[in-house]
């Protein structure tokens, strides 16, 4: 039998808790947890309030199949509105939007 050695188990249990704390399943939670200002808008503001408005503003016209199908207006309201507030040109918001945990869920593409 091997003796025991304190040291490798506390080496494992900080190790463990880095892990943890760089985990990604945990982040969206952590992040609604802080002090997210774009979490506290998402939570007082009813975004499909907002739909029927914007449908009618970029309403088109039906050309029948084919073509780009159309972005879904809410989102890109959202995005417009980041790009706002934070002061981000069209070229830099999708990269930030893919880097910017807290952009994601304020879109709503993760939960």
């Known amino acids: 039998m091997y003796p025991l050695d304190f040291k490798k188990i506390e080496k494992v249990d900080k190790i463990m808790t880095q892990k943890e704390f760089f ?3 945990d982040k969206p939670k952590r992040l609604s947890r802080m002090d997210d200002p774009l979490g506290k808008i998402a939570k007082v503001i009813d975004w ?13 016209e039906e050309h029948g199949m084919g073509g ?4 879904y207006y809410v989102l890109m309201f959202k995005i417009i509105l980041m790009q706002s507030w934070y002061g981000i040109s069209d070229d830099k918001i999708e990269y930030m939007i893919n880097d910017h945990l807290s952009f994601q869920q304020f879109l709503g593409l993760i939960f």
């Open 23 to 25: 985990n990604e399943y």
């Open 48 to 60: 499909g309030n907002f739909f029927p408005y914007l449908s009618k503003i970029f309403q088109k």
């Open 68 to 71: 780009h199908p159309y972005w």
